[in-house]
């Protein structure tokens, strides 16, 4: 398959724990994205149980059963994500989640804290269906061993556009000049795959720059108000706005660098300043 988007990259609407638990906010936050130009739209799934040691960290423990939706709900947001002709996508990180949202699924994200968690992985690539993955936190040698896994599991996944790479940085929010946005230059010149930017700044500025630098894929959080909110996600996510804004930026943008193959353009050739702007030889003396 291809990940390409209606105006270019394939934008990914990360709602993600922006709803913090509530499932009638969590399907206001998808009726924006839908409104949206967002081409996709992606959740998260995960079960307390089987993420955190309650024993070890119980804060954290209760914050993912604070934010954790039920699996109905989940589908609910998946046929309503669909039935607006909407790309759904979700982070899986649990193993028994993925039998019941596979049937709504057309390709899975592997978030960067599970670029290594090869047991989730080796059941993602049971399902055959393409990979995303944010390679936050990781060195280039866990991020080649990790392609090579997947590659092991099915040979499906040594096709191209089979799997794609996601330059990321995981904090919240992160300075732009953590970007590292040359990182997919280098991914495409080592894997040619398919690759983009999931982007955990607080503005559109590092998008933008993605899209110019060739990113194929831009990810970014969404909400629908970012001031005063204590989750963290909110502040580096785009509004309904900021993705309009985006679109507009990254269609003037694609307009501006233009055609790749060097000719005349329909002005000069209009205003014939290919020949009124050329030497030419006249007779000086009768």
């Known amino acids: ?65 604070k934010f954790t939706l039920k699996p109905k709900d989940h589908i609910s947001l998946a046929k309503k994500c669909i039935d607006n002709n909407k790309i759904y996508l979700a982070s899986v990180w649990d193993i028994d989640s993925i039998k019941w949202i596979n049937e709504f699924s057309r390709y899975y994200k592997v978030g960067s804290g599970d670029l290594t968690a090869y047991q989730i992985i080796k059941e993602l690539t049971k ?20 392609i090579e896994f997947i590659k092991s599991q099915d040979s499906i996944y040594k096709k191209k556009d089979r799997i794609a790479l996601l330059q990321c940085t995981s904090n919240y929010p992160i300075p732009e000049s953590e970007s590292n946005l040359s990182v997919m230059k280098y991914f495409k010149n080592k894997y040619n795959f398919p690759v983009g930017y999931s982007d955990h700044t607080e503005g559109l500025d590092s998008l933008i720059l993605a899209a110019v630098l060739g990113a194929e894929i831009l990810e970014f959080h969404f909400t629908d108000n970012k ?60």
């Not at 990360?14 to 994205?33: C, K, Q, S, T, V």
């Not at 960290?57 to 209760?62: I, S």
């Not at 399902?127 to 990790?146: A, F, R």
């Open 1 to 65: 398959m291809s990940f390409k988007g209606k105006h270019g990259p394939l934008l990914i609407a990360e709602i993600g724990g922006n709803h913090e638990g509530d499932i009638d906010y969590a399907h206001e936050l998808l009726d924006l994205a839908i409104m949206s130009k967002a081409d996709v739209i992606k959740f998260q799934i995960y079960n307390p149980e089987s993420l955190v040691n309650r024993n070890v960290d119980l804060d954290r423990f209760n914050h993912f059963k």
């Open 127 to 146: 399902t055959k269906k393409p990979l995303i993955l944010s390679t936050g936190l990781s060195k280039v040698t866990e991020v080649n061993d990790t």
């Open 227 to 286: 001031l005063n909110r204590t989750f963290r996600d909110h502040s580096v996510s785009l509004t309904k706005d900021d993705v309009e804004l985006l679109v507009e930026k990254i269609v003037k943008n694609k307009s501006i660098i233009g055609n790749p193959v060097k000719s005349p353009t329909f002005s000069e050739i209009k205003s014939k300043h290919t020949f009124s702007f050329r030497r030419s030889l006249y007779a000086k003396k009768d």
